[in-house]
């Protein structure tokens, strides 16, 4: 388990995928963390329907409103230096979550 804080949290759009880019930062420790899916319509060799695409992101969108509770704001720009509990498996970001407790 590492401690950080949030540097970076907001929608992105780019290279054929939206949703939530979040950089976490800590004592000598970055890394990015992405949640989203393809922007893109599927063609006939996608493994995946619009209809999957449209509630993976709705679970996206779901996932930034509990952490803006958790970190009790009400814009995404607030999100960047709110504390955070990060769990690696050697360098692989495994898991984070917002650290409510010291807010």
């Known amino acids: ?24 930062e800590g004592k000598g420790w970055g890394v990015g963390d992405f949640k989203g899916h393809a922007s893109y319509d599927p063609d006939e060799y996608s493994k995946w329907t619009p209809q999957e695409r449209y509630i993976h992101l709705g679970v996206v969108f779901l996932f930034i409103r509990d952490c803006m509770e958790q970190a009790k704001v009400r814009r995404m720009k607030d999100m960047i230096g709110i504390p955070v509990e990060v769990i690696f498996d050697g360098n692989l970001l495994k898991s984070w979550r917002i650290l409510e407790e010291v807010l």
């Open 1 to 24: 388990m590492s401690l950080g804080k949030i540097t970076y949290f907001d929608i992105t759009n780019e290279d054929g995928r939206i949703g939530l880019t979040t950089t976490l």
